[in-house]
Each structure stands twice: as structure tokens, then as C-alpha cells.
T-cell receptor
Framework: EADIYQTPRYLVIGTGKKITLECSQTMGHDKMYWYQQDPGMELHLIHYSYGVNSTEKGDLSSESTVSRIRTEHFPLTLESARPSHTSQYLCASSAQGQTSSYNEQFFGPGTRLTVL | KNQVEQSPQSLIILEGKNCTLQCNYTVSPFSNLRWYKQDTGRGPVSLTI?????NTKSNGRYTATLDADTKQSSLHITASQLSDSASYIC?????????????FGRGTQLTVWP
């Protein structure tokens, strides 16, 4: 079982609210990722980080923002949630320095977000 | 375009039966291929990882195969159990970036009935 945690697990909020999804890992991994997943669809990378103070946008455009002030913590923020943001958000991490042939990512349990 | 296609989209089998899930990919340059199991409402958990030189790998009742020439992989589940009900996702990594970008299939939703 990977030591990567996400809170909350479920969140139902109204349109226009600001939310922060938390992700923490205790494995000392440098690389961290946020994915968005809709039912029956593939995971889409929305943000990633190589390490502290590093953040990059992923393949899927997202109105969310991320920060990486500490190695173990990679929160995702939505300033004004909308129904189109309803989805499952998965956080993952992997170790820096691994060869690209074994860049194993460990996933958290996910946050199911519903915006009404 | 780098893509990962899985079949079937869904599958229902009886407990104790075997099944095989398929994955075709076009990711290049290829680094490795992995199969993940994702229970409903949970994050994916890695089952197997195979590099270019490996053509089969087992993890208990799960056996994955890889044909790098035809860019195909399969996941065989033996003697299925109710707890095998989940989505099985094929993920291919390229070696063209330091990020080790992952390309995800949409998964095969497996349901095991008693």
C-alpha cells in the first residue's frame, strides 16, 4: 500500500466556492502529479511537479492551480468551482532519479468532487 | 499520436473462470507498459510493469504478456475471484521526456459474478 493520502475523499459544494484538494505523501518522492478522471474514461494529467517550487501544467487544460512549497505536499485549488469541474481527482507521486524505464507512479485514493 | 486502446470495454465472468484483457498501443519511443487495477472510488494500484525486453510477468493469479513488435499486451487472470471485480487499466510510458509521461487506456471494467 502506497503512503499517499488525499483529503477529502468526497466533496459536494455549490457553484462559485473556492476549494482546495489536499495531497500528501510520506515516501520522499520528488515528482508529484494531479490527474482528472471521469467515469469510464482515461486519466488525464492536469498538473505535475518535479520538486519544491516546481509546477507545470499537464496535457488537459484545467482552471485549477497547484503549489509545491514542501516536498510531501501538493495541494490543488479551484478559485471558483463550477459544475463542469465535477470529476474524480487523483494525486500520484514517483521518485526522482529513477530511470525512465521504471518511473512507477503511486496513486492516492482520489477525491470525488461534485459541484452543484 | 500516442494512444492506448483496450478491449473489451467491459466483461462479465463467473467466479473461478479465467479471462484475458487486451491492450494495443502506439506510444513511441516505448519505455515500459504496466497494468493497474482500480477498484471503484479508489486510485489505481500497479499489478505488473514490463520493459521492452520482457515478454511476460506474473503477479499471483495475474499474468501479463508484451509483444513489443506488434505493440500488444494482454493481462490474463486465472481462477477469478469476486474481489477481482474492478477496472483494469493499461498504461504505457515513453522515454522521450524526463517526466516519463504515462499514456492511459480507458480500462476494461471486469465484473465477477458468484
Amino acid at each position: 500500500e502506497a503512503d499517499i493520502y488525499q483529503t477529502p475523499r468526497y466533496l459536494v459544494i455549490g457553484t462559485g466556492k473556492k476549494i482546495t484538494l489536499e495531497c500528501s505523501q510520506t515516501m520522499g518522492h520528488d515528482k508529484m502529479y494531479w490527474y482528472q478522471q471521469d467515469p469510464g474514461m482515461e486519466l488525464h494529467l492536469i498538473h505535475y511537479s518535479y520538486g519544491v517550487n516546481s509546477t507545470e501544467k499537464g496535457d488537459l487544460s484545467s482552471e485549477s492551480t497547484v503549489s509545491r512549497i514542501r516536498t510531501e505536499h501538493f495541494p490543488l485549488t479551484l478559485e471558483s468551482a463550477r459544475p463542469s469541474h465535477t470529476s474524480q481527482y487523483l494525486c500520484a507521486s514517483s521518485a526522482q532519479g529513477q530511470t525512465s524505464s521504471y518511473n512507477e507512479q503511486f496513486f492516492g485514493p482520489g477525491t470525488r468532487l461534485t459541484v452543484l | 499520436k500516442n494512444q492506448v486502446e483496450q478491449s473489451p470495454q467491459s466483461l462479465i465472468i463467473l467466479e473461478g473462470k479465467n479471462c484475458t484483457l487486451q491492450c494495443n498501443y502506439t506510444v513511441s519511443p516505448f519505455s515500459n507498459l504496466r497494468w493497474y487495477k482500480q477498484d471503484t472510488g479508489r486510485g489505481p494500484v500497479s499489478l505488473t510493469i514490463m520493459t521492452f525486453s520482457e515478454n511476460t510477468k506474473s503477479n499471483g493469479r495475474y499474468t501479463a504478456t508484451l509483444d513489443a513488435d506488434t505493440k500488444q499486451s494482454s493481462l490474463h487472470i486465472t481462477a477469478s475471484q469476486l474481489s477481482d471485480s474492478a477496472s483494469y487499466i493499461c498504461v504505457v510510458s515513453d522515454r522521450g521526456s524526463t517526466l516519463g509521461r504515462l499514456y492511459f487506456g480507458r480500462g476494461t471494467q471486469l465484473t465477477v459474478w458468484p
